[in-house]
């Protein structure tokens, strides 16, 4: 977190507004935000030609509707789902060959727990 709060930090010396640009270079899908009287919101994650991926799009749109979620001051929950009957194949591939800087592999001996396991996930390989 930068100390605005933005989940975008300064990675490889990128601003946030440059991540935006970069991820805006990948269109395509959208993340639909439904917010209901009842305080549950709705959040579908809607790019079913790509089996819902996430392109660099749907990457911004997301931050815009969590930042929308953290500001309803009458939320109670959020349900988050995938259109079209599938949930989410992860990124975008297309995206991510084009984007990636180098490629990690997390070298797991013993347990990853938790956020030890989070941070397996973030790896391209296990
Ligand atoms: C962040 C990073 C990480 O691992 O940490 C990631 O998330 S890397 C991304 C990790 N995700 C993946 O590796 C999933 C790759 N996709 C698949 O294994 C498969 O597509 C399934 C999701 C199991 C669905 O198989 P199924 O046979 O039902 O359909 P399909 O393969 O014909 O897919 C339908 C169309 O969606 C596209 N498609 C599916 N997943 C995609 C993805 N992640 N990125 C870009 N396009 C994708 C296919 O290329 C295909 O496009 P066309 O109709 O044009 O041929």
């Not at 490889?12 to 899908?29: D, M, N, V």
């Not at 996430?54 to 939320?75: P, R």
Request: with cysteine; hydrophobic share 40%; proline share 3%.
């Amino acid at each position: 977190f930068t100390s605005s709060g933005s989940v975008y930090s300064s990675i490889h010396g990128f601003s946030q507004e440059e991540i935006k640009e970069k991820l805006l270079a990948f269109p395509g899908g959208s993340i639909d935000l439904l917010k209901q009287d009842s305080g549950i919101a709705v959040l579908t994650i809607n790019n079913p030609p790509r089996m819902n991926a996430f392109s660099g799009a749907m990457m911004v749109d997301l931050e815009e509707k969590v930042t929308q979620l953290e500001n309803w001051t009458d939320g109670k929950g959020v349900i988050v789902q995938g259109a079209a009957q599938t949930f989410c194949s992860g990124s975008d591939l297309n995206a991510v060959r084009a984007m990636l800087p180098l490629i990690s592999v997390a070298l797991v001996e013993g347990n990853a727990l938790g956020g030890g396991a989070e941070l397996t996930t973030a790896c391209d390989f296990r």
